[in-house]
């Protein structure tokens, strides 16, 4: 790569210069995520023009602290390139602290776990190339410039690509949340809606698509999976069935549908978070919470598990009675309870695979669902909502007089059950 070493300097100065500048606390998406990206992309527009960045060697996954060597330099030059590592620091051939503390912001920018020294994800991530994250980053503006979410006073945000979520208020995030999204094969989708209620101890009425593709399959295989599971068949009028009694052999069209009884096994976990919306996904807790653990979080089919669901529940629930602990208390009953929020606060699921943070770092995350794309770009941009049309008085009609409605008679009472869809 010809390019004179001042001038690689230069530009990685001005990246560090731009990341150093703190947002406070500022979220990922806001109403500023916009003109933070179009710096990065002017940043990187730099980086392309003078060559890119070198592609950094297999045998830098074997570099340990204190090791020296070639490997050593070609790793510091990457990371000096992408402004992860000071230019005074790029000098010598060993891997000292400077170089541990430039990998850990590499690998925090690209949301994985920041170890300080290169594994496999974090090699692909460094040996991506610039003109990939270009486009990453002009998809990121492309979609916010189509942007049909209007950023309340309080809102909360799905990054799916990011598989995290903020809960935001006033424009300053209050709560940061790692999150498991749907995989590849049954993606989560970019939706907006209004978070409604917040459920403890909630059923999962299992999706049929989920009965067909995992329950039958399971069944055959595993009689005493239902019992296990903690779940119930249940057929007209809510009564219930013996598993003992279905041809699982042979069954393609169920005539049951499948409950699992609330419980710390439960897949929604002990509380879910309501938001309807037409895919019928919502955001809920897990007993596979390990899963946060793991750099790669796109195991769900569809709907979105939060790592410290009670505490993002507790904040949306604040200025009523359900604090943290009040929230605790009643799971620890083991009963259903659907807690409404007195004010809906808006929600959006979106799709950013490439944008300048809070903090002004520029971030990058995988296409998990290859929608960088220009027909990608168009189905992942949120859509403004369509006002309902007011009725129009035809010119010269009097108004008719204000007639008292009559009086409803009562109806009777009866549950209600709500059909939802996976985790």
Not at 98 to 120: C, E, I, M, W, Y
Not at 184 to 209: F, G, K
Not at 248 to 265: C, H, I, K, M, S
Not at 354 to 379: E, K, M, N
């Amino acid at each position: 790569m010809s390019v004179r070493p001042s001038i690689l300097a230069a530009v990685a100065a001005l990246l560090l210069a731009s990341t150093a500048a703190s947002r406070a606390n500022e979220p990922s998406y806001g109403p500023n995520t916009y003109d933070r990206t179009l710096e990065a992309l002017i940043a990187h527009e730099d980086i392309a023009g003078r060559g890119g960045w070198p592609k950094v060697p297999s045998s830098v996954s074997a570099l340990k602290p204190d090791a020296q060597g070639p490997d050593v330099v070609a790793l510091k030059q990457r990371l000096m390139l992408s402004g992860d590592l000071p230019p005074d620091a790029l000098p010598g051939d060993v891997y000292d602290a400077n170089v541990v503390a430039a990998v850990k912001r590499f690998q925090l920018r690209h949301g994985l776990s920041d170890l300080g020294t290169v594994g496999r994800l974090t090699l692909k991530a460094m040996n991506t190339p610039v003109e990939i994250r270009l486009n990453q980053l002009t998809a990121t503006l492309e979609r916010l410039k189509g942007n049909g979410f209007n950023f309340a006073s309080r809102y909360v945000v799905v990054n799916i690509p990011g598989a995290s979520v903020e809960a935001v208020e006033n424009g300053t995030v209050q709560q940061r949340h790692l999150a498991v999204v749907g995989r590849p094969d049954r993606p989560s989708p970019v939706i907006q809606a209004n978070i409604t209620s917040v459920n403890l101890n909630p059923y999962w009425t299992v999706p049929m698509s989920i009965v067909k593709a995992d329950i039958i399959p399971h069944m055959r295989k595993d009689p005493s999976f239902i019992a296990k599971s903690n779940m119930k068949l249940l057929g007209a009028e809510n009564k219930e069935i013996d598993p003992a009694s279905v041809n699982w052999a042979t069954l393609n069209n169920p005539y049951f549908y499948v409950r699992q009884e609330p419980g710390p096994t439960n897949s929604l976990g002990q509380l879910k978070i309501d938001m309807p919306n037409s895919d019928a996904v919502y955001m809920h807790d897990t007993p596979k919470k390990s899963l946060f653990r793991n750099d790669v979080r796109f195991n769900s089919s569809g709907c979105a598990r939060i790592e410290g669901v009670r505490d993002l529940a507790a904040w949306l629930l604040e200025g009523s009675e359900w604090s943290r602990q009040a929230i605790e208390d009643e799971i620890a009953k083991g009963e259903r309870k659907n807690i409404s929020l007195k004010k809906s606060v808006p929600v959006a699921w979106v799709y950013l695979t490439g944008w300048q943070g809070a903090d002004g770092q520029v971030q990058f995350r995988d296409d998990i669902y290859s929608l960088d794309t220009p027909q990608g770009i168009v189905t992942s941009t949120i859509v403004a909502r369509k006002a309902k049309p007011k009725p129009v008085q035809p010119a010269g009609e009097a108004k008719p007089a204000a007639i008292p409605p009559a009086r409803p008679a009562k109806a009777e009472a009866g549950p209600a059950r709500t059909l939802t869809v996976s985790n």
